[in-house]
């Protein structure tokens, strides 16, 4: 099957709520420069603001965002 695509921000793993799938993809890219679809604050390397905006956004797409 196909994923759940979405325009949730937070949901890198596209199923459609934020959760372990897209902390597992932000853990998988820590420390990478030049930062992917998880440099959430475009600084240029997935790292701690990055998690900490996941974090505060868990379960986020289900909620519409």
Known sequence: P?????ACRWG???SGVVGSGDLTILLATWGESPAGPADFDCDGITGSSDLAELLANWNACDRGR
Do not use: F, I, N, Q
């Open 2 to 6: 196909e994923p759940v695509t979405t």
């Open 12 to 14: 890198l793993a596209r």
